[in-house]
């Protein structure tokens, strides 16, 4: 039995699927085939049935992922805490909303940089809900996030500020000059949204749906450049929050009614050991957002 081996079911029990375990881990489908057969030859075992091209464990393959489960956090945990005793500076792994990345995050790692330049960090793009499902499966040790996520009570969090969501239109869209617009009005409107694994996408599509109505989506996008260049063109409205793009003359933000305010934060795995790099990185937001809070 190898950890490799164990990671690679672990995925596949995960996501019920060789495919999709194989695209996450970025290796090949044979690869986390042949390490399940070896399992099931070593341990004589049976560990999945399939039907419709859908893994399921079988009662025997539960219990091993419980078992596999256990013992790979472990590996995880005692490695962290041998890095921290042989004085190695682990990297600080922070996924990251591509939109929020915009709001004040820079100038935070800049400041964090400055007094702790030994410590790495390493920055990695996705929506919220993707960002905040990788923590949890420890492949991210913090995720700045929009924390109005489903299971945010099965992690950590520090709320770092509260912003709200305008519509954002060119100066020649026919509602600029509408001092707000309410899901009525904006029911046949081409729209255009944040990538579906954004936790601002569920809420705006919920909120409609709330309404009777189905957005009208003309593009899912998380750059910013794109957004704005959908907007400048006319093409389309956005929702984006009220502090991006600011001082921009091409853009008219237009509140929301109702209004629709949402929580960012920094979120982190429950009961896991942090390392010191990541312990020193949360102490530091806390500290620096202290002062807007």
């Known amino acids: 039995m190898k950890i490799t081996q164990l990671e690679y079911f672990c995925a596949a029990s995960r996501y019920h699927s060789i495919t999709q375990a194989a695209q996450k881990l970025f290796v090949t489908q044979p690869a986390i085939s042949t390490a399940i057969r070896e399992l099931e030859k070593e341990f004589s075992v049976r560990l999945f049935t399939r039907s419709k091209n859908r893994l399921s464990l079988t009662q025997e393959g539960e219990l ?72 949890q499966e420890g492949l991210m040790d913090l995720a700045l996030v929009n924390m109005h996520f489903y299971d945010i009570d099965k992690v950590h969090s520090h709320n770092i500020l509260t912003d709200h969501i305008v519509f954002c239109v060119s100066p020649e869209h026919h509602l600029s000059g509408e001092s707000q617009v309410t899901i009525e009005m904006l029911k046949n409107e081409p729209l255009i949204m944040y990538n579906t694994d954004s936790v601002q996408n569920t809420t705006l599509t919920t909120l409609f749906e709330s309404f009777g109505y189905h957005p009208n989506v003309i593009l899912h996008a998380s ?18 929050y009220s502090s991006v793009l600011t001082h921009d003359p091409e853009i008219i933000k237009i509140p929301v009614v109702p209004r629709i305010e949402q929580e960012i934060g920094l979120v982190w795995k429950k009961g896991t050991y942090i390392n010191n790099s990541v312990e020193t990185f949360i102490s530091f937001t806390r500290k620096y957002t202290g002062f807007w809070n």
């Open 223 to 240: 750059q910013i450049y794109t957004i704005r260049g959908f907007i400048s063109k006319n093409l389309a409205g956005a929702f984006l």
């Open 64 to 135: 091993f992922y419980q078992k596999a489960d256990i013992l790979l956090q472990s590996i995880e945990q005692t490695s962290q805490e041998l890095r921290d005793l042989g004085k190695e500076i682990a990297p600080v792994r922070i996924g990251i909303p591509p939109i929020l990345s915009m709001i004040f995050f820079p100038e935070m790692l800049v400041e964090f940089k400055k007094i702790h330049p030994d410590i790495p960090v390493e920055l990695f793009e996705y929506g919220s809900n993707r960002a905040a499902a990788l923590v």
